[in-house]
């Protein structure tokens, strides 16, 4: 149980065009969804924490207008990185929090490798 | 601040023993996780410790004194398939997971 689903499992896309990363909890609800970014040889970096039907949090540092999280459902949240650039290029994984499942643990999703041309 | 340390690399051979530290200091402690990485995919759960002490989960165990705040991670009988990054990850007291840098074990024939 406890399955997280990302798609897709990579893009690559023109310079200043926008990517919409889809981040699903396939067998519980998530309540709450993070997201996150990793660069090569790097730790995880959280992004973004959003709670169904609400605003998502972001951390010091992230542009909420350039990364744009939704969350609208249990299942169900998005992370849309608009007019792309290079520097953007990165793994970006999201995880999952909620019911049925243990309240502490985040379930992780495969990551969605981002390259921006 | 906040802040998880751990070494950044650490080399051992196969089917040996490593042991793989971390130390933290953050604003409240709800339990301490170990996850493995491969490179190019997501973190995979190895553990969750909340009580002082050690876990034993087949090859892997994990250990937690937090009087010390600190944890280790045990790696017994070593097979190549274990290289990987190893993140400590500490739940604070809003239930975020504040994450170390990982470190990146190589395992060597």
């Known amino acids: 149980g406890a399955v997280v689903s990302q798609h897709p499992s990579w893009v690559i896309c023109k310079s200043g065009t926008s990517v919409k990363i889809e981040c699903r909890s396939l067998d519980f609800q998530a309540t709450t969804m993070f997201w996150y970014r990793q660069f090569p040889k790097q730790s995880l970096m959280l992004m973004a924490t959003s709670n169904e039907g609400s605003k998502a949090t972001y951390e010091q540092g992230v542009e909420k207008d350039k990364f744009l999280i939704n969350h609208a459902s249990l299942t169900l949240s998005t992370l849309t990185v608009t007019s792309a650039h290079p520097e953007d290029s990165s793994f970006y994984i999201c995880?999952?929090?909620?019911?049925?499942?243990?309240?502490?643990?985040?379930?992780f999703g495969p990551g969605t490798r981002l390259t921006v041309t | 601040g906040q802040n998880i340390d751990q070494p950044t690399e650490m080399t051992a051979t196969e089917g040996a023993i490593v042991q793989i530290n971390c130390t933290y200091q953050?604003?409240?402690?709800?339990?301490l996780f170990w996850y493995q990485q491969h490179a190019g995919e997501a973190p995979t759960f190895l553990s969750y410790n909340v009580l002082d002490g050690l876990e034993e989960k087949g090859r892997f165990s994990s250990f937690l004194s937090r009087s010390k705040g600190y944890s280790y991670l045990l790696l017994k009988e070593l097979q190549m398939k274990d290289s990987a990054s190893y993140l400590c990850?500490?739940?604070?007291?809003?239930?975020?997971?504040?994450w170390g840098a990982g470190t990146k074990l190589i395992i060597k024939p």
């Open positions: 953050t604003s409240g402690f709800n339990g």
């Open positions: 995880s999952a929090r909620g019911a049925g499942t243990d309240f502490y643990e985040q379930y």
């Open positions: 990850a500490v739940l604070d007291s809003n239930y975020q997971l504040i």
